[in-house]
């Protein structure tokens, strides 16, 4: 029974041993674009850019390595995005001449792809929820992959249209509700896309993907009702360095918990449906409830830990804009309230041990204090955030 | 907030936990009260509640508008309850307190347990316990008990656990914990939180309060001159925190800074002198504002020589721990030379004004009467975007403008704000006036035609003119004269109704006009007499105009005069509606800004941040380090052919991925296999999977 310790494969092996070549080359690779981009825009960049650019390169090199498909994703939408901006060299209006600027590599071009794939991705994976064959999922699984890359790619390439339009306003294309939405929908299906590689239960999808959809119609209708796309000019207070962490790090947050309430969603159809129609193809074509409860808990925490660093962020820019970390302004307010729920639902979890279809609502519920925070401060409140008006 | 998610985890708590005291003291059950998970859930919400209140319910607003908005009964009860202040409430602070209170006898009833569980290995376990762990193994292995000891102690290290190992009679035990950064989270996140609080506490207004209820302080509620200020409102500048605001118009300076406090405000006593030398708006190439910048300087009886520094958003000056930041922008006082153009007959007589943003002053009609004018505000630019008919956006600069009320002696009146400069309109252009009842309404605005010279001078010629009755039966009578289709006869008659209506006109618009023409025809005839009679007026409104023209020297009409006739006469109707005996023009002005400053004193800052600091690192480790113990009990069989094992683990978090974890180590530690020897890479994947 005895084997030798050399047949086992209990050791872990070094750090350096369990990255790859390939994780070493896609490293040397994220370096390198660094390195080129402050060599490039070094002259423009104070240190707190330069510590921004030197976060952003470990980062994907770390999520490279730690989730591999993000290697060959960034390397394709990075790719897309360096050829739409070399397309454009210094003249904005090659967006409507060029072909390939005007049908696919422009901003507002990426973004009616992103919009279009994110919507065959959810009509993909709910025909997949009802078929018995994983083809229709696979299927929007790809298309989401496809629809994320658009989205990125578009915000990459409305970054270099913005110093484009005019070279005294360049900022980074966070700054307004369109621009946010964008990177609500992208990002907030890249991090579906990451659970569902993770657990492999791909008819997730269907509920996660429903409330990307949503925010997509949204952001069409703001973007056609409101000329939203077109470029303006940073109001002062939002003219600050803060914004480029500020911003994104909120968005992995409320990505999280709209994923959560989903799968709440999800959970709360399998929780009926286990009782009135237990052998129904349906029934077991829905992740287990366990499966979902452990999800939902990841999405919940990883949203709730960028969201504390999102909201300690904004209170030191708080602290250098308005004069005051914390001014109880509305959207501070909701942050605080969206906080707590966070928080009660994790002590419930952690203490209590509570589990089930409580929980699953509470996650449901979260959302819709998420959304206030994000848009109804906006639209009912009035206050300092007020840029993001609808 | 109890933290017991060690035993809700696992099957079986630890043998170790101390029972509980038949009879507990009293001080014993206050800290399980107050550090019990209920009273902080109840807390939460009570905060959340709370924290909605704050946001439905404007904060801060003057009271005046509270009593408007809700009615004396319910302006009481609110104000009684500060839901005016609620974040600054007397309850609200004390929900705050009891949450902070809370925290700490929750940190306080758990460190103990938590150093013991960092500490302890507990090495005592029984294997009926171990029996009980959802995730347990036993196994009869022929390996003698050390070597298999000596086979655990490898895995186990070679996994990341840390193991304590001891004999008693006959069998070893080995007590092994992994992650033991994650009960640092616990203590971490729930520091933090106080230490937040703390800090915030340090940062509010809680002293001020204090010094008021002691009746050192009082707060005032009139707007009246710093001078004029009793000393009772008055926060000496030892005051470790505050936040308040001034407005400091250029060339000015100001020692202290406003507090706002509930319905009024105190005022806070800075060491330092700071005079605002400039402040600027610089603008983007659209015309919005791309920086508000002051230039200031700081007078300090300790320094040799003034402090010369530039702020802007987002770039505050820190000085000596005072926090100044540019947070608004007034008119300063500009001063406004101004021409009160009458409206009637004396259009062309005007009257100097000489006014100043925040002054009135009274200014006399020309009928005998006496309007109050109030200059509000003043703006240098004004920017507004338009769509043209491609959907490319266009900015269009109106340049200055100046807000005024005009009132009359019982204080009743309309507001109005004046361009200085004519504005292009549909390709002619219009001096613009805008009125409104009040500065929540939107403005209607009154064209006024300038002629070929961007001048008023024509249509105030007209005007005057119009409004003089005997230009208006000479132009009638000449008017009849020259028309063809009118019999001799009836000249002095159609002379006679064109001048009663032209002057009607002058007086009242066409709605006079219309009233009058009401108040002589019978119905039946009316809407034939009412066309009649318009095309009448406008023959000698017409005429009135040729002989404007001709005094001019202009011969021939073409389309743009023709069209200056028509604005004429659209902004001669609309006067009646303006309620303005005059049309106030801006000749001139020397403009002159105010800088708001919000001026911060924050000791509690670092702390608040150190707080935070505290709260996120400990997230990270609550959730991404996962907190595993394991026990191995080996024991020599009877018949000494091999070793009785038993394997037993618990975590607090992710209990999927631990059973996953578990199966792994029994195969490495009981069954002595690979995991996978295909793919060697999902151990330490599996690792890697906590989020």
């Known amino acids: 029974?005895?084997?030798?310790?050399?047949?086992?494969?209990?050791?872990?092996?070094?750090?350096?041993?369990?990255?790859?070549?390939?994780?070493?080359?896609?490293?040397?690779?994220?370096?390198?674009?660094?390195?080129?981009?402050?060599?490039?825009?070094?002259?423009?960049?104070?240190?707190?850019?330069?510590?921004?650019?030197?976060?952003?390169?470990?980062?994907?090199?770390?999520?490279?390595?730690?989730?591999?498909?993000?290697?060959?994703?960034?390397?394709?939408?990075?790719?897309?995005?360096?050829?739409?901006?070399?397309?454009?060299?210094?003249?904005?209006?090659?967006?409507?001449?060029?072909?390939?600027?005007?049908?696919?590599?422009?901003?507002?071009?990426?973004?009616?792809?992103?919009?279009?794939?994110?919507?065959?991705?959810?009509?993909?994976?709910?025909?997949?929820?009802?078929?018995?064959?994983?083809?229709?999922?696979?299927?929007?699984?790809?298309?989401?992959?496809?629809?994320?890359?658009?989205?990125?790619?578009?915000?990459?390439?409305?970054?270099?249209?913005?110093?484009?339009?005019?070279?005294t306003w360049g900022y980074i294309p966070v700054a307004n509700l369109y621009e946010v939405f964008i990177l609500l929908a992208a990002l907030t299906t890249l991090m579906y896309l990451y659970y569902e590689s993770r657990t492999g239960q791909r008819t997730m999808g269907a509920f996660v993907m429903l409330v990307i959809a949503a925010s997509v119609t949204f952001l069409l209708w703001y973007m056609f009702t409101r000329d939203a796309h077109i470029v303006e000019p940073l109001v002062p207070a939002l003219n600050s360095w803060w914004m480029k962490i500020h911003v994104p790090t909120n968005f992995v947050g409320y990505g999280g918990f709209a994923i959560a309430a989903m799968l709440g969603v999800a959970y709360l159809i399998k929780h009926r449906l286990e009782r009135t129609r237990p052998d129904a193809a349906i029934t077991q074509r829905i992740p287990s409830k366990e499966a979902l409860d452990s999800v939902m808990y990841k999405a919940i925490a990883i949203g709730f830990a960028f969201f504390t660093i999102a909201t300690v962020l904004g209170a030191m820019w708080a602290a250098e804009a308005w004069g005051g970390y914390w001014t109880w302004d509305p959207k501070e307010t909701w942050s605080l309230i969206l906080w707590l729920t966070y928080a009660a639902w994790l002590h419930m979890r952690f203490t209590k041990g509570w589990r089930g279809p409580v929980m699953a609502w509470w996650a449901i519920i979260g959302l819709f204090v998420t959304t206030f925070t994000f848009l109804g401060v906006n639209m009912f409140l009035s206050g300092l955030h007020s840029y993001g008006e609808l | 907030?109890?933290?017991?998610?060690?035993?809700?985890?696992?099957?079986?708590?630890?043998?170790?936990?101390?029972?509980?005291?038949?009879?507990?003291?009293?001080?014993?059950?206050?800290?399980?009260?107050?550090?019990?998970?209920?009273?902080?859930?109840?807390?939460?919400?009570?905060?959340?509640?709370?924290?909605?209140?704050?946001?439905?319910?404007?904060?801060?607003?003057?009271?005046?508008?509270?009593?408007?908005?809700?009615?004396?009964?319910?302006?009481?009860?609110?104000?009684?309850?500060?839901?005016?202040?609620?974040?600054?409430?007397?309850?609200?602070?004390?929900?705050?307190?009891?949450?902070?209170?809370?925290?700490?006898?929750?940190?306080?009833?758990?460190?103990?347990?938590?150093?013991?569980?960092?500490?302890?290995?507990?090495?005592?376990?029984?294997?009926?316990?171990?029996?009980?762990?959802?995730?347990?193994?036993?196994?009869?292995?022929?390996?003698?008990?050390?070597?298999?000891?000596?086979?655990?102690?490898?895995?186990?290290?070679?996994?990341?656990?840390?193991?304590?190992?001891?004999?008693?009679?006959?069998?070893?035990?080995?007590?092994?914990?992994?992650?033991?950064?994650?009960?640092?989270?616990?203590?971490?996140?729930?520091?933090?939180?106080?230490?937040?609080?703390?800090?915030?506490?340090?940062?509010?207004?809680t002293l001020l309060k204090i010094n008021e209820w002691l009746g050192n302080l009082e707060i005032e509620t009139r707007s009246v001159p710093v001078s004029e200020v009793p000393r009772s409102a008055w926060v000496p500048a030892w005051n470790p925190s505050f936040r308040g605001s001034v407005e400091i118009p250029e060339g000015a300076s100001a020692n202290v800074v406003f507090l706002p406090m509930r319905e009024g405000y105190f005022v806070q006593e800075l060491p330092f002198r700071i005079e605002l030398e400039e402040f600027r708006i610089e603008r983007f190439s659209t015309g919005a504002e791309s920086s508000y910048e002051s230039d200031l300087i700081i007078h300090d009886p300790n320094r040799d020589e003034p402090l010369r520094h530039t702020i802007s958003v987002n770039h505050p000056l820190i000085y000596n721990g005072y926090a100044i930041y540019q947070a608004s922008f007034a008119d300063g006082g500009t001063r406004l030379d101004i021409d009160a153009i009458p409206l009637g007959a004396e259009a062309l007589r005007e009257l100097e004004v000489p006014g100043r943003v925040f002054q009135e002053m009274e200014v006399p009609t020309p009928d005998g009467d006496t309007r109050i004018i109030e200059f509000i505000n003043f703006r240098l630019e004004n920017v507004i975007q338009l769509l043209d008919e491609d959907g490319v956006r266009e900015n269009r600069h109106m340049g200055p403008s100046f807000d005024f009320r005009l009132m009359d002696r019982t204080g009743h009146g309309l507001y109005y704000r004046n361009y200085q400069r004519p504005a292009l309109q549909e390709g002619a252009m219009y001096f613009l006036s805008g009125v409104r009842e009040s500065p929540a309404d939107e403005f209607h605005y009154l064209f006024l035609p300038a002629d070929a010279?961007?001048?008023?001078?024509?249509?105030?010629?007209?005007?005057?003119m119009l409004h003089n009755a005997d230009v208006r039966n000479a132009i009638a009578r000449q008017v009849a004269r020259d028309d063809d289709t009118v019999p001799d006869e009836q000249n002095q008659a159609i002379a006679t109704t064109t001048a009663e209506l032209m002057g009607l006109f002058a007086r009242g618009g066409y709605m006079a006009v219309h009233e009058e023409i009401e108040r002589r025809v019978p119905p039946e005839r009316l809407d034939a007499m009412r066309d009649l009679m318009i095309r009448i007026l406008h023959a000698g409104l017409q005429g009135l105009y040729m002989e404007v023209l001709q005094d001019e020297g202009v011969v021939?009409?073409?389309?743009?005069?023709?069209?200056?006739?028509?604005?004429?006469?659209?902004?001669?109707?609309?006067?009646?509606?303006?309620?303005?005996?005059?049309?106030?023009?801006?000749?001139?002005?020397?403009?002159?800004?105010?800088?708001?400053?919000?001026?911060?004193?924050?000791?509690?800052?670092?702390?608040?941040?150190?707080?935070?600091?505290?709260?996120?690192?400990?997230?990270?480790?609550?959730?991404?380090?996962?907190?595993?113990?394991?026990?191995?009990?080996?024991?020599?069989?009877?018949?000494?052919?091999?070793?009785?094992?038993?394997?037993?683990?618990?975590?607090?978090?992710?209990?999927?991925?631990?059973?996953?974890?578990?199966?792994?180590?029994?195969r490495w530690i009981i069954d002595q296999k690979p995991v996978d020897a295909n793919n060697s890479g999902s151990t330490h994947q599996s690792n890697n999977k906590n989020d």
């Not at chain 2, 994650?182 to 937040?196: C, K, P």
């Not at chain 2, 609550?622 to 009990?633: A, C, G, K, N």
């Open chain 1, 1 to 167: 029974m005895s084997v030798p310790h050399e047949a086992l494969d209990f050791e872990r092996p070094g750090i350096f041993r369990r990255i790859q070549p390939r994780d070493w080359a896609y490293i040397a690779l994220t370096i390198a674009v660094g390195v080129i981009a402050f060599w490039q825009y070094g002259h423009m960049m104070d240190r707190y850019d330069t510590g921004g650019l030197i976060l952003a390169v470990a980062l994907s090199a770390w999520v490279g390595w730690f989730w591999r498909p993000w290697q060959a994703f960034s390397i394709i939408v990075g790719a897309l995005a360096l050829f739409g901006v070399w397309l454009y060299g210094d003249d904005l209006a090659r967006g409507s001449t060029n072909f390939w600027l005007n049908y696919v590599g422009s901003g507002q071009a990426g973004v009616m792809w992103m919009s279009v794939f994110l919507y065959l991705s959810t009509v993909a994976y709910v025909t997949g929820l009802f078929s018995r064959s994983d083809f229709p999922t696979r299927v929007g699984g790809a298309f989401a992959w496809i629809g994320a890359g658009a989205g990125f790619m578009a915000l990459l390439v409305r970054w270099r249209e913005i110093y484009l339009t005019d070279p």
């Open chain 2, 1 to 205: 907030m109890s933290n017991n998610d060690q035993t809700a985890a696992a099957g079986a708590p630890p043998a170790s936990r101390p029972k509980a005291a038949r009879q507990p003291r009293r001080s014993r059950i206050i800290v399980d009260f107050m550090g019990s998970m209920s009273l902080a859930i109840t807390l939460l919400v009570a905060l959340a509640i709370a924290s909605v209140i704050g946001t439905v319910l404007v904060q801060n607003e003057p009271y005046i508008e509270y009593l408007m908005d809700y009615g004396p009964f319910w302006h009481e009860i609110f104000a009684g309850m500060g839901l005016y202040q609620v974040y600054s409430a007397t309850w609200f602070l004390l929900v705050v307190a009891f949450l902070v209170i809370s925290t700490s006898f929750c940190v306080y009833r758990q460190t103990p347990g938590l150093l013991k569980d960092l500490r302890r290995y507990n090495t005592q376990v029984k294997e009926k316990s171990l029996r009980a762990f959802n995730s347990s193994a036993t196994a009869e292995l022929d390996q003698s008990q050390d070597e298999f000891l000596k086979h655990a102690h490898r895995v186990l290290k070679a996994q990341g656990f840390r193991a304590r190992e001891k004999t008693h009679d006959g069998h070893t035990v080995i007590a092994a914990m992994r992650g033991r950064w994650n009960r640092m989270g616990y203590l971490l996140t729930h520091v933090g939180i106080v230490v937040i609080c703390v800090g915030a506490l340090a940062d509010g207004t």
């Open chain 2, 453 to 464: 010279d961007d001048s008023l001078e024509r249509f105030r010629t007209y005007l005057a």
């Open chain 2, 556 to 666: 021939s009409i073409q389309e743009e005069e023709q069209r200056f006739l028509e604005d004429t006469i659209s902004a001669i109707n609309a006067i009646s509606l303006y309620q303005s005996p005059f049309f106030f023009h801006l000749k001139d002005f020397e403009h002159r800004e105010a800088s708001g400053l919000q001026i911060a004193r924050a000791p509690g800052q670092s702390t608040v941040y150190t707080g935070s600091v505290m709260l996120i690192v400990g997230i990270f480790l609550l959730f991404y380090v996962s907190y595993q113990r394991l026990w191995i009990m080996a024991r020599r069989r009877e018949d000494g052919t091999g070793t009785h094992v038993v394997m037993a683990g618990t975590s607090n978090r992710h209990q999927v991925e631990f059973e996953d974890r578990f199966a792994h180590l029994k």
